[in-house]
């Protein structure tokens, strides 16, 4: 065979024709179908993926104002003996002249602490009188006593305090039982 014969039957071949399945009402409804139940899919996951998100970011805030607001809590505890002692010290220096600006050093002092305490969000818990509560109590004895109705605080050994309303230290109290 010569290259012209070759050239000719080369060309005078046809190439295969890809045959179309045949386009009907049928497929083209199906395939509406099948591209709406896709977007349904995508659009269902694009609002769970939109509601994880703005749960995730309330969920951060929530964490930053928490570690904004219980920062100190560490810090405030260790300053609680120091209003303690404070206290006790005003209470052993008594009304004497000799001591009067002790004393009134010491008043200032204490005021002055328990206001930047204050400003800090750190509140005292003087439950003198109210009933007995365990989340914020904590019941050092039990005694019978006319004058106070029964599991109520009659007496506070160690103020108790709070941070931004959670519980530092619990109040160390006296409980009162009905009297015999």
Partial sequence: ???????????SEQPDVAIQPEITLETV??????????????????LRV??????LRRRADRDVENARKFALEKFS???LPVVDNLERG???????EAHIAVREGVE???????????????????????????????????????????NTVMAVLQKGYTLSGRLVRPAMVIVATQAK
């Fill in 50 to 55: 939109s509601a994880e998100m703005q749960n």
């Fill in 77 to 79: 505890t260790d300053l």
């Fill in 1 to 11: 065979m010569s290259e012209q014969d070759n050239e000719s039957t080369v060309v």
């Fill in 108 to 150: 200032l002092t204490l005021r002055l602490l328990m206001d930047v305490l204050r400003k800090h969000g750190v509140e005292v818990v003087d439950p003198i009188g109210q009933a007995f509560d365990p989340a914020l109590h904590e019941a050092m004895s039990m005694a019978p006593s006319p004058d106070h109705a029964p």
């Fill in 90 to 96: 005003l209470q052993a220096a008594g009304t004497d």
């Fill in 29 to 46: 409804m199906e395939e509406l179908e099948q591209t709406r139940s896709g977007a349904a899919n995508l659009q269902d996951q694009l």
